[in-house]
């Protein structure tokens, strides 16, 4: 045991819990940072709210509703009826 963990009064399995907590925290890190990597090239692929910038999540929201909505319609008016999937 390194002497600075014996001054700690630190066991072995202290030690190893600790290690397995720490191993635990760096990767769900890993998580959130590819996470957050993720939602900014999000934010960034749609145009930027008037108000907050590019970081707005309910802005961001709100837009693919939009977009969804506009698509829906857009696929509407070329597809007749008769035609359209029940899905």
């Known amino acids: ?19 397995k907590q ?5 990767e769900e890190l890993e998580i959130t940072t590819k996470l957050v990597a993720e939602r900014t090239r999000l ?5 930027p709210c008037e ?3 590019t970081e707005c999540v309910p802005h961001a929201i709100e837009w693919v509703e939009k977009v969804k909505t506009l698509g829906r ?6 597809v007749k009826p008769t035609e359209r999937s029940t899905t």
Not at 22 to 26: P, R
Not at 43 to 47: E, R
């Open 43 to 47: 934010l960034k692929a749609i145009p």
């Open 22 to 26: 720490l191993s635990a925290i760096k």
């Open 51 to 53: 108000v907050h910038g």
């Open 73 to 78: 319609v857009i696929l509407d008016s070329l």
């Open 1 to 19: 045991m390194p002497p600075e963990m014996a001054m700690l009064g630190l066991q072995h399995a202290e030690i190893f819990d600790l290690k």
